[in-house]
């Protein structure tokens, strides 16, 4: 899955990148903070707000989807079933394609401009990703576990890493994540900080061409960083390498005032499915090469080396983030009350479960050792229900209200000046 579970060495002058992302989209927002009262839904070829509502149940399926990749890929690891470790990868891909069409969603609906959308978008993400990420470091290193449940044990990696896992800047440092899946989060955060400047950008300039080159910017921009790094430069950490993905949700939020979804729903179950299957292949021809049949059936694997060149790995994650985003707008809702129902909950507890199965897994699998794979999988599967059910509702849920009490209260503040 690309982890990262290893430790860098840390970099102190690229701790001013993340200060220079911000500092560079509040320049942004000064200069087209005053565009940002045109909104794609007011333009002629938008669609009422409504519609836009009949995407959610796709696209808790989606959240769903992705967090059972997740969850699946790490059992499958933990209990050493080869060949699935890097579904847990292409569900962390469909989080970022999610994630960023529901967020210019949430920018749209809002229905604020210039730096007030900026301030309340983002305090109310503060509230929604560090308390529950926060409250898992400090677990992991209270409790001593592990970053992940199938390597080796816990291990101390400094106050400066510590606070870098605290910050979600790990990527930024090159420190190690005290919970493995702790990776994807700063790339998450350092997005979060471009996308109202995106935003308002789209705003400006509405027509679909226009989004369609912001895409393209962002796959330039991603490609010239793998570029200009050196050789020896590890592409996990690079800064903008997940960007195109982000985008590719953006793009799927612009087509849905331009597209009325008229396939079924239910093929938007199939089409998730095959997308799964295929991503698979494509890793496995990726591993393998020309190789994979034999590979198939020997012994061995070559999981920690690759067939195919490094940056090929980057435009693959790329390509099918942007067939995802793609393809939301095109169906109709799912009708079936049942997967509906049960899709919401997963979805809506989905972040705890993100965080909390890694050491769930290690826990039944590791510490409890009941001697049955079964029983532990079982008991993790249960236990990780459990645990994201309560975090949502003692924390999660509590610090989400307050971001938004906070943002409204400011919003309500008198212009300075």
């Known amino acids: 899955m690309g982890l990262s579970t290893t430790v860098g060495t840390r970099s102190q002058g690229n701790q001013h990148n993340c200060v220079g992302i911000l500092a560079k989209t509040m320049d942004v927002l000064t200069i087209v903070g005053p565009l940002a009262e045109c909104s794609p839904v007011s333009t002629a070829d938008s669609m009422p707000r409504s519609e836009a509502s009949h995407h959610l149940p796709n696209l808790d399926l989606l959240r ?22 890097d579904l847990g990868h292409f569900g962390v891909l469909l989080f970022f394609v999610h994630t960023a069409f529901v967020l210019m969603l949430s920018m749209e609906y809002l229905g604020l401009s210039g730096a007030k959308l900026y301030s309340a ?18 677990r992991a290193v209270a409790f001593r576990t592990p970053s992940t449940a199938w390597l080796a044990g816990y291990v101390w990696t400094g106050w400066p890493a510590l606070l870098s896992n605290i910050f979600l800047t790990q990527n930024i440092t090159h420190s190690g994540s005290v919970i493995s899946v702790l990776w994807s989060l700063p790339f998450e955060i350092q997005m979060y900080a471009t996308l109202p400047a995106i935003y308002f950008l789209i705003c400006r300039f509405p027509s679909l061409g226009a989004t369609w080159l912001v895409w393209l910017a962002g796959v330039a921009v991603a490609g010239a960083e793998y570029i200009l790094r050196s050789p020896s430069f590890d592409p996990e950490y690079l800064l903008t390498r997940y960007f195109p993905c982000f985008l590719a949700g953006v793009l799927a939020w612009r087509l849905v005032t331009t597209r009325n979804g008229r396939l079924s729903g239910a093929l938007w179950i199939l089409l998730l499915a095959v997308l799964v299957v295929t991503y698979r292949g494509v890793d496995a021809f990726r591993v393998y090469g020309p190789a994979l049949l034999g590979a198939l059936h020997g012994t061995l694997r070559n999981d920690h080396r690759v067939w195919w060149p490094a940056f090929l790995d980057l435009v693959n994650d790329w390509v099918f983030c942007c067939v995802t985003g793609l393809a939301i707008p095109h169906f109709t809702s799912i009708t079936s009350y049942w997967l509906n129902a049960i899709s919401k909950r997963i979805a809506e507890y989905s972040y705890g479960i993100y965080l909390s199965h890694v050491p769930l897994l290690w826990l039944c699998f590791r510490k409890l050792h009941f001697g049955s794979v079964v029983a532990s999988a079982i008991l993790s599967v249960v236990l990780t ?33």
Not at 123 to 134: A, N, Q, T
Request: proline share 4%; hydrophobic share 50%.
């Open 64 to 85: 769903t989807v992705a967090v059972g990749l997740v969850f699946t890929g790490h059992l499958s690891e933990t209990v050493g079933i080869r060949g699935l470790g």
């Open 121 to 138: 978008y983002l305090i109310r993400r503060i509230f929604r990703i560090y308390p529950l990420s926060v409250l898992a470091v400090l």
């Open 385 to 417: 229900g459990l645990v994201s059910i309560l975090l949502y509702h003692v924390l999660e849920a509590p610090a989400i209200r307050f971001g938004k009490r906070l943002a409204a209260q400011l919003d309500r503040r008198p212009a300075l000046g």
